[in-house]
């Protein structure tokens, strides 16, 4: 084909709607076009892109013992709600009903269509292990898409699952789609960082992110300068705080309570007392599937929701609303506090133990208590690892210091056991006549991401630097009419 035949509509300026450099450069090169919020087209030089990556995907995990399939986009309803997610996956689902009113939804992943294809098919210890792939389409309404195709409506996406007679039976085939990733991502010429990271609405036992650092990363990617921990930081675990054996040997002084008009927040009340955030219980009114509970964090720390929604195991987890304070905790919004609050579940972050006369709110507008001390003034039902790990704090492996750095995950690896298979009856024959639930792994390749994230990983003022096995095109110059030149 010659170049003046190639579909290539360039842009001399960068676009306005983009905001990083693979948006900019995937635009401006001509690799496609935006048909709404987070909705593309890919045009010739785009796809090929995509096709290059696609075909080292199959060839690696077709070493790997998968087999390819291709599963429906249009999913039934009923699935869904047999596995418990139909509610559970919220708004980020697109659902709709046929002309007969019965109810799908367009696939944003098919654990439940892969356990639902097998459960009449995968019938003896025989058929396993097995592992399904398959390259297609997927469709999420991201609440704010953003970032082309590194955070998109609708993209292309490698998922696999695979299905074992036990958990040894998983951790094997884990460990082998962890080594297929490895490749894979080598081959595209990216670096990846593995990280622990949380299950979510996937579900399951552990998983595994891939990642690709890079300044423009939505994902916040916790490492251990001295060893080789690494986690996403919803998953990141907060070392044990030390005990200050200097603060645990001050005098506990009276409670008592002051006046703050006007003073709610953390930073207002510094400047107000004149005392470190680091004395400071946080208060925070939440409300779990509906029910109240007050959790605390050290006043310099935050919440982390992931940690805490996994801990109470609930689907949602809301701020209470201003007026819900008085007829739920019996407090009033900005000056919330743990003491004298009864019939109310209260959590701690390990953190607030530490703390000796301390500083909350007195659950009455314009006051706060200076000289709360916990156990003295209030009780904890548990104290926990609730926090979000910061830049500079301890490693929880081997003690050394904590870097907080940006990434974009262009894989992700789940253990997901028999959540699935449990809940929608796929089961096998054992060696021994019983029936056992099937033990599943799920693991995703975010394909168009992945484009995005190797521009970002390789460009500079010129533009893209392709990696060369995923270059659209390769090109070899040729010098003619050099006779004399030296």
């Known amino acids: 084909m010659r170049l003046t035949r190639l579909y290539m509509p360039t842009l001399k300026e960068d676009p306005a709607e983009a905001e990083v450099s693979s948006h900019k450069l995937m635009l401006r090169a001509g690799m496609m076009r935006s048909l709404g919020a987070g909705i593309y087209s890919y045009l010739p030089l785009g796809l090929r892109v995509i096709q290059k990556i696609e075909k080292i995907i199959r060839e690696e995990m077709n070493k790997s013992g998968a087999l390819e399939v291709l599963l429906p986009v249009m999913q039934k ?21 046929d002309r007969k009113d019965h109810e799908y939804c367009i696939g944003p992943t098919h654990e439940e ?22 390259i297609q389409t ?9 970032f082309g195709v590194m955070r998109g409506r609708e993209f292309i996406m490698k998922d696999a699952y695979s299905l074992d007679r036990d958990f040894a039976g998983l951790d094997e085939s884990y460990q082998i789609m962890y080594d297929t990733y ?12 593995v990280v622990e990271a949380d299950t979510g609405a996937m579900g399951g036992k552990d998983s595994h992110e891939f990642v690709v650092l890079a300044d423009s990363g939505e994902d916040s990617i916790v490492l251990c300068t001295e060893c080789k921990y690494a986690a996403n930081i919803e998953r990141a675990v907060a070392a044990e705080p030390a005990i200050d054996n200097n603060n645990h040997k001050q005098e506990l002084n ?9 003073v709610k927040t953390i930073e207002e009340l510094e400047k107000f007392l004149e005392i470190s955030a680091s004395k400071m219980i946080k208060t925070l009114a939440l409300k779990a599937d509906g029910e109240p509970v007050i959790v605390l964090i050290r006043g310099d720390d935050q919440l982390n929701e992931i940690k805490l929604k996994n801990y109470l195991n609930v689907m949602e987890l809301n701020k209470a ?9 019996n407090s009033v919004a900005g000056f919330i506090g743990p003491v004298n609050m009864e ?11 530490n703390i000796t006369n301390g500083i909350s709110g007195a659950n009455q507008k ?44 262009v894989g992700h690896i789940f253990k997901l056991g028999t959540k699935y298979s449990e809940s929608m009856n796929v089961t096998y024959l054992a060696e021994d006549g019983k029936e056992k639930p099937v033990v599943m792994g799920s693991y995703g390749i975010g394909v168009t991401r992945l484009v995005a994230a190797a521009i970002e990983q390789n460009n500079d003022e010129q533009g893209i630097i392709w990696p060369r096995a995923i270059a659209p095109y390769e090109v070899i110059i040729l010098p003619l009419g050099t006779r004399g030149i030296v």
């Not at 490895?182 to 960082?193: D, H, S, W």
């Not at 019939?343 to 133990?353: F, G, M």
């Open 77 to 97: 309803a009923e699935i869904w709600k047999e596995s418990g997610r139909w509610e559970r996956f919220g708004p980020l689902m697109i659902r709709f009903t």
């Open 113 to 134: 269509v892969i356990a639902d294809l097998v459960k009449n098919e995968v019938r003896s210890y025989k058929d396993l292990p097995l592992n399904l792939y398959q």
């Open 138 to 146: 997927k469709v999420r309404d991201e609440i704010r898409p953003r």
């Open 182 to 193: 490895i490749n894979v991502f080598k081959r595209c010429g990216l670096e990846t960082r």
């Open 254 to 262: 009276p409670l008592e309570k002051v006046e703050t008009p006007e």
């Open 321 to 329: 609303e201003n007026e819900e304070f008085p007829g739920l905790f």
């Open 343 to 353: 019939n109310v579940r209260i959590l701690a972050d390990c953190k607030i133990k």
């Open 366 to 409: 314009d006051f706060h208590f200076i000289n709360v001390n916990p156990d003295r003034d209030f009780k904890v039902e548990e104290y926990l690892d609730l926090r979000n790990v910061k830049a500079g704090d301890k490693c929880p492996v081997c003690g050394g210091k904590i870097e907080i750095k940006p990434g974009i995950e």
